[in-house]
Protein backbone atom coordinates (compact mmCIF):
# COMPACT_ATOMS: atom_id res chain seq x y z
CA UNK A 1 0.00 0.00 0.00
CA UNK A 2 1.27 3.27 -0.73
CA UNK A 3 2.05 5.43 2.22
CA UNK A 4 -0.62 8.33 2.10
CA UNK A 5 0.35 12.09 0.92
CA UNK A 6 0.42 14.63 3.64
CA UNK A 7 0.66 18.16 2.67
CA UNK A 8 1.90 20.52 6.07
CA UNK A 9 1.66 24.18 5.12
CA UNK A 10 3.62 26.52 7.94
CA UNK A 11 6.96 28.32 8.85
CA UNK A 12 9.30 28.23 12.00
CA UNK A 13 9.71 26.49 14.68
CA UNK A 14 5.67 25.33 15.52
CA UNK A 15 5.95 23.36 12.02
CA UNK A 16 9.52 22.10 12.84
CA UNK A 17 7.96 20.24 15.93
CA UNK A 18 5.10 18.74 14.22
CA UNK A 19 7.47 17.58 11.32
CA UNK A 20 9.77 16.07 13.76
CA UNK A 21 6.91 13.84 14.85
CA UNK A 22 5.54 13.10 11.64
CA UNK A 23 8.48 11.88 10.22
CA UNK A 24 8.73 9.15 12.55
CA UNK A 25 5.57 7.62 10.15
CA UNK A 26 5.26 6.13 7.18
CA UNK A 27 4.45 8.87 5.20
CA UNK A 28 4.47 10.89 2.23
CA UNK A 29 5.36 13.96 3.77
CA UNK A 30 5.63 17.73 1.66
CA UNK A 31 6.43 20.64 3.64
CA UNK A 32 5.29 24.15 2.30
CA UNK A 33 6.69 26.95 3.84
CA UNK A 34 5.89 31.15 4.34
CA UNK A 35 8.90 32.58 2.92
CA UNK A 36 7.88 36.40 4.05
CA UNK A 37 10.25 36.45 7.74
CA UNK A 38 12.21 39.74 6.76
CA UNK A 39 13.97 39.98 10.43
CA UNK A 40 17.20 38.96 11.47
CA UNK A 41 19.71 36.78 9.81
CA UNK A 42 16.71 35.96 7.14
CA UNK A 43 16.26 39.94 6.77
CA UNK A 44 19.68 40.67 5.86
CA UNK A 45 19.94 38.16 3.61
CA UNK A 46 16.82 38.89 1.68
CA UNK A 47 17.97 42.62 1.25
CA UNK A 48 21.63 41.75 -0.05
CA UNK A 49 20.79 39.04 -2.50
CA UNK A 50 17.37 40.19 -3.33
CA UNK A 51 15.55 36.50 -1.93
CA UNK A 52 13.31 35.18 -0.32
CA UNK A 53 13.30 34.41 3.59
CA UNK A 54 15.04 31.12 4.34
CA UNK A 55 15.37 30.85 8.15
CA UNK A 56 11.91 28.97 8.48
CA UNK A 57 13.11 27.00 4.89
CA UNK A 58 16.54 25.87 7.31
CA UNK A 59 14.53 25.17 10.74
CA UNK A 60 12.23 22.80 7.91
CA UNK A 61 14.90 20.81 6.43
CA UNK A 62 17.14 20.14 9.83
CA UNK A 63 13.68 18.59 11.20
CA UNK A 64 12.91 16.54 8.16
CA UNK A 65 16.48 15.53 7.99
CA UNK A 66 17.79 11.42 9.10
CA UNK A 67 20.84 13.35 10.30
CA UNK A 68 19.18 15.83 12.40
CA UNK A 69 21.56 14.77 15.17
CA UNK A 70 24.59 15.78 13.36
CA UNK A 71 23.49 18.87 11.97
CA UNK A 72 21.12 20.55 13.63
CA UNK A 73 23.58 22.36 15.74
CA UNK A 74 25.49 23.35 12.57
CA UNK A 75 23.14 24.53 10.54
CA UNK A 76 21.32 26.28 13.53
CA UNK A 77 24.99 28.17 14.60
CA UNK A 78 24.68 31.88 14.92
CA UNK A 79 28.16 33.74 14.47
CA UNK A 80 28.43 36.06 17.63
CA UNK A 81 31.16 37.39 16.26
CA UNK A 82 30.97 41.87 15.81
CA UNK A 83 32.16 41.22 12.19
CA UNK A 84 29.96 40.63 9.03
CA UNK A 85 28.80 37.58 9.94
CA UNK A 86 27.40 39.02 12.99
CA UNK A 87 24.16 36.95 13.60
CA UNK A 88 24.00 35.04 11.34
CA UNK A 89 22.65 31.60 10.79
CA UNK A 90 24.85 28.80 9.14
CA UNK A 91 22.62 27.15 7.45
CA UNK A 92 20.79 30.30 6.11
CA UNK A 93 24.32 30.80 4.55
CA UNK A 94 24.77 27.78 2.71
CA UNK A 95 20.73 27.99 1.79
CA UNK A 96 21.52 30.71 0.10
CA UNK A 97 24.89 29.77 -1.47
CA UNK A 98 23.21 26.56 -3.01
CA UNK A 99 20.57 29.32 -4.58
CA UNK A 100 22.79 31.20 -6.09
CA UNK A 101 24.65 28.52 -7.66
CA UNK A 102 21.72 26.67 -8.85
CA UNK A 103 19.19 29.23 -10.05
CA UNK A 104 16.74 28.80 -7.42
CA UNK A 105 15.53 28.49 -3.72
CA UNK A 106 13.60 25.31 -4.45
CA UNK A 107 16.66 23.98 -6.70
CA UNK A 108 18.98 24.84 -3.66
CA UNK A 109 17.09 23.00 -1.34
CA UNK A 110 17.04 20.04 -2.88
CA UNK A 111 21.08 19.99 -3.31
CA UNK A 112 21.01 20.33 0.88
CA UNK A 113 18.10 18.15 1.11
CA UNK A 114 20.59 15.14 -0.59
CA UNK A 115 22.95 15.99 2.39
CA UNK A 116 20.72 16.11 5.20
CA UNK A 117 18.85 12.57 3.47
CA UNK A 118 15.19 14.33 4.10
CA UNK A 119 12.45 12.28 5.40
CA UNK A 120 10.22 14.28 3.10
CA UNK A 121 9.96 17.60 0.30
CA UNK A 122 10.39 20.68 1.22
CA UNK A 123 8.82 23.39 -1.72
CA UNK A 124 8.99 27.16 -0.25
CA UNK A 125 5.49 29.04 -0.56
CA UNK A 126 6.76 31.25 -3.62
CA UNK A 127 10.12 31.95 -5.16
CA UNK A 128 8.88 35.74 -5.26
CA UNK A 129 10.19 38.04 -2.84
CA UNK A 130 7.35 39.03 -0.96
CA UNK A 131 6.60 41.65 1.84
CA UNK A 132 3.28 40.76 4.18
CA UNK A 133 1.21 43.65 5.06
CA UNK A 134 -0.92 43.66 8.19
CA UNK A 135 -4.11 46.07 8.38
CA UNK A 136 -4.47 46.41 12.61
CA UNK A 137 -8.27 47.25 13.57
CA UNK A 138 -7.62 50.82 14.51
CA UNK A 139 -7.03 51.18 10.45
CA UNK A 140 -2.75 50.98 10.93
CA UNK A 141 -1.09 49.87 7.68
CA UNK A 142 2.11 48.48 8.92
CA UNK A 143 4.72 46.66 6.39
CA UNK A 144 7.17 44.09 7.17
CA UNK A 145 6.70 40.65 9.22
CA UNK A 146 8.28 41.46 12.25
CA UNK A 147 6.87 44.38 12.38
CA UNK A 148 3.21 43.33 12.59
CA UNK A 149 4.11 41.65 15.67
CA UNK A 150 6.09 44.27 17.23
CA UNK A 151 3.52 46.83 16.42
CA UNK A 152 1.38 45.06 19.56
CA UNK A 153 -1.76 45.70 18.08
CA UNK A 154 -4.78 44.35 17.28
CA UNK A 155 -4.61 42.49 13.96
CA UNK A 156 -7.77 43.12 11.20
CA UNK A 157 -6.39 40.78 8.34
CA UNK A 158 -2.89 40.47 6.42
CA UNK A 159 -2.00 40.65 2.96
CA UNK A 160 0.87 40.52 0.46
CA UNK A 161 2.23 43.35 -1.50
CA UNK A 162 1.69 41.87 -4.65
CA UNK A 163 0.48 38.34 -5.72
CA UNK A 164 2.68 35.72 -5.20
CA UNK A 165 3.30 33.68 -7.98
CA UNK A 166 2.91 29.49 -6.87
CA UNK A 167 4.12 26.60 -9.21
CA UNK A 168 2.15 24.11 -10.75
CA UNK A 169 4.13 21.31 -8.97
CA UNK A 170 3.03 23.11 -5.54
CA UNK A 171 -0.67 23.12 -6.93
CA UNK A 172 -0.53 19.61 -8.19
CA UNK A 173 0.72 18.53 -4.89
CA UNK A 174 -2.07 20.41 -2.76
CA UNK A 175 -4.84 18.97 -4.76
CA UNK A 176 -3.50 15.27 -4.44
CA UNK A 177 -2.67 15.25 -0.94
CA UNK A 178 -4.29 12.74 1.04
CA UNK A 179 -4.30 14.86 4.23
CA UNK A 180 -3.60 19.02 4.14
CA UNK A 181 -2.12 19.54 7.75
CA UNK A 182 -2.26 23.89 8.92
CA UNK A 183 0.93 23.81 11.57
CA UNK A 184 0.63 25.67 14.71
CA UNK A 185 2.81 28.37 14.55
CA UNK A 186 2.15 32.51 14.32
CA UNK A 187 -0.80 32.03 13.52
CA UNK A 188 -1.09 35.90 11.38
CA UNK A 189 2.96 35.92 10.35
CA UNK A 190 3.81 31.84 9.63
CA UNK A 191 0.41 29.79 8.98
CA UNK A 192 -2.11 32.58 7.32
CA UNK A 193 0.88 33.43 4.64
CA UNK A 194 0.25 30.38 3.20
CA UNK A 195 -2.90 30.95 2.25
CA UNK A 196 -2.82 34.22 0.86
CA UNK A 197 -2.56 33.35 -2.77
CA UNK A 198 -5.57 32.59 -4.86
CA UNK A 199 -3.82 29.25 -6.51
CA UNK A 200 -3.62 28.00 -2.93
CA UNK A 201 -6.96 28.28 -2.12
CA UNK A 202 -8.18 27.00 -5.47
CA UNK A 203 -6.18 23.50 -5.19
CA UNK A 204 -7.48 23.25 -1.79
CA UNK A 205 -10.90 23.24 -2.52
CA UNK A 206 -9.92 20.95 -5.91
CA UNK A 207 -8.12 18.46 -2.98
CA UNK A 208 -10.63 16.10 -1.75
CA UNK A 209 -8.16 15.98 1.43
CA UNK A 210 -8.81 16.35 4.95
CA UNK A 211 -8.04 19.55 6.32
CA UNK A 212 -6.56 19.41 9.77
CA UNK A 213 -5.30 22.21 12.11
CA UNK A 214 -2.75 21.95 15.11
CA UNK A 215 -3.71 24.43 17.06
CA UNK A 216 -0.27 26.58 19.03
CA UNK A 217 -0.27 25.15 22.81
CA UNK A 218 -0.18 29.59 24.05
CA UNK A 219 -1.39 32.83 22.72
CA UNK A 220 1.56 35.14 21.18
CA UNK A 221 1.71 38.25 21.79
CA UNK A 222 1.24 40.94 19.81
CA UNK A 223 -0.51 38.65 17.31
CA UNK A 224 -3.48 36.15 19.24
CA UNK A 225 -3.74 37.72 22.40
CA UNK A 226 -6.83 36.14 24.35
CA UNK A 227 -7.69 33.93 21.76
CA UNK A 228 -9.43 30.27 22.11
CA UNK A 229 -9.29 27.42 20.09
CA UNK A 230 -12.82 28.47 18.46
CA UNK A 231 -10.76 31.51 17.42
CA UNK A 232 -7.84 30.56 15.33
CA UNK A 233 -10.03 28.27 14.16
CA UNK A 234 -12.08 31.53 12.62
CA UNK A 235 -9.45 33.43 11.39
CA UNK A 236 -8.08 30.46 9.20
CA UNK A 237 -11.75 29.92 8.08
CA UNK A 238 -11.87 33.48 7.23
CA UNK A 239 -8.94 33.05 4.64
CA UNK A 240 -9.87 29.04 3.37
CA UNK A 241 -12.17 29.58 0.65
CA UNK A 242 -14.98 26.83 0.13
CA UNK A 243 -12.82 23.64 2.05
CA UNK A 244 -13.16 24.60 5.73
CA UNK A 245 -11.22 23.19 8.47
CA UNK A 246 -12.62 19.70 9.54
CA UNK A 247 -10.37 18.78 12.07
CA UNK A 248 -8.44 20.81 14.88
CA UNK A 249 -6.23 18.89 17.13
CA UNK A 250 -5.50 20.60 20.70
CA UNK A 251 -3.86 20.11 23.58
CA UNK A 252 -5.86 19.15 27.21
CA UNK A 253 -2.79 18.69 28.77
CA UNK A 254 -3.26 20.82 32.25
CA UNK A 255 -0.93 23.97 32.90
CA UNK A 256 -0.80 24.76 36.70
CA UNK A 257 -1.70 28.13 37.50
CA UNK A 258 2.11 28.80 38.50
CA UNK A 259 3.51 28.09 35.05
CA UNK A 260 0.83 29.39 33.26
CA UNK A 261 1.15 32.96 35.75
CA UNK A 262 4.93 32.35 34.62
CA UNK A 263 4.40 32.41 31.23
CA UNK A 264 1.96 35.58 31.17
CA UNK A 265 4.43 37.01 33.28
CA UNK A 266 7.72 36.76 32.06
CA UNK A 267 6.38 35.86 27.99
CA UNK A 268 3.21 37.67 28.10
CA UNK A 269 1.77 34.39 26.59
CA UNK A 270 -1.55 32.67 28.09
CA UNK A 271 -2.31 28.43 27.67
CA UNK A 272 -4.91 28.56 24.63
CA UNK A 273 -7.97 27.27 25.97
CA UNK A 274 -10.47 24.52 24.60
CA UNK A 275 -13.64 25.87 24.29
CA UNK A 276 -15.93 23.42 24.26
CA UNK A 277 -19.29 25.19 23.21
CA UNK A 278 -18.15 27.80 20.66
CA UNK A 279 -15.86 25.12 18.60
CA UNK A 280 -18.90 23.22 18.03
CA UNK A 281 -20.59 25.92 15.99
CA UNK A 282 -17.23 25.62 13.85
CA UNK A 283 -18.39 22.38 12.74
CA UNK A 284 -14.97 21.29 13.01
CA UNK A 285 -14.21 18.10 14.83
CA UNK A 286 -12.39 18.01 18.25
CA UNK A 287 -9.70 15.74 18.89
CA UNK A 288 -7.81 16.65 22.57
CA UNK A 289 -5.15 14.38 24.21
CA UNK A 290 -2.23 15.49 26.44
CA UNK A 291 -0.09 16.93 23.63
CA UNK A 292 2.22 19.89 25.99
CA UNK A 293 5.36 18.16 27.20
CA UNK A 294 7.79 20.62 29.63
CA UNK A 295 11.58 20.97 27.54
CA UNK A 296 14.03 22.59 30.04
CA UNK A 297 15.10 24.13 26.35
CA UNK A 298 11.84 25.60 25.15
CA UNK A 299 9.62 25.29 28.11
CA UNK A 300 6.21 23.77 27.46
CA UNK A 301 5.86 22.50 23.64
CA UNK A 302 4.53 19.80 21.69
CA UNK A 303 4.84 15.86 21.62
CA UNK A 304 5.67 15.48 18.64
CA UNK A 305 5.52 11.73 17.96
CA UNK A 306 2.30 11.68 20.06
CA UNK A 307 1.25 14.83 17.19
CA UNK A 308 2.56 13.08 14.46
CA UNK A 309 0.70 9.92 15.68
CA UNK A 310 -2.60 11.75 15.69
CA UNK A 311 -2.00 12.55 12.34
CA UNK A 312 -0.91 9.90 10.86
CA UNK A 313 -4.09 8.23 12.21
CA UNK A 314 -6.35 10.82 10.51
CA UNK A 315 -4.80 9.78 7.38
CA UNK A 316 -5.81 6.48 7.44
CA UNK A 317 -8.99 7.21 8.15
CA UNK A 318 -8.95 7.12 12.02
CA UNK A 319 -11.87 9.16 13.71
CA UNK A 320 -11.71 9.11 16.91
CA UNK A 321 -14.21 11.87 18.55
CA UNK A 322 -16.16 12.32 15.23
CA UNK A 323 -19.20 13.82 15.54
CA UNK A 324 -19.95 13.98 11.67
Request: hydrophobic letters at 40%; charged letters at 30%.
Given at each position: MAN????????????SFLLKGLKEYPLDITAVVSVCDDGGSTGILRDEFNMLA?????KVLVSLSRREDDFDGLLNYRFKSEGGLKEHTVGNIILTAAANIKGSVQAG???LGKV??????????TEDVVTLIGEMQDGKIIEGEHLITEANK?????YYNKEPRIKKELIKTLENADIIVISMGSLYTSIIPTLLSKKVIDAIDNSKAKIVYSCNLFTQPGETDGYRVSDHINALNSYLGQRKIDYVIASNTVISKA???????????DPVKIDYRNIEKTNVILIEDKLASLSTKYGYK???????FLIFSLAFNYNKGDKK
Open positions: KKVVVLGGGTGMVGDIRIEVLNLSGKVMPLKIKRVVAKKYQTEEQKHDSVRLG
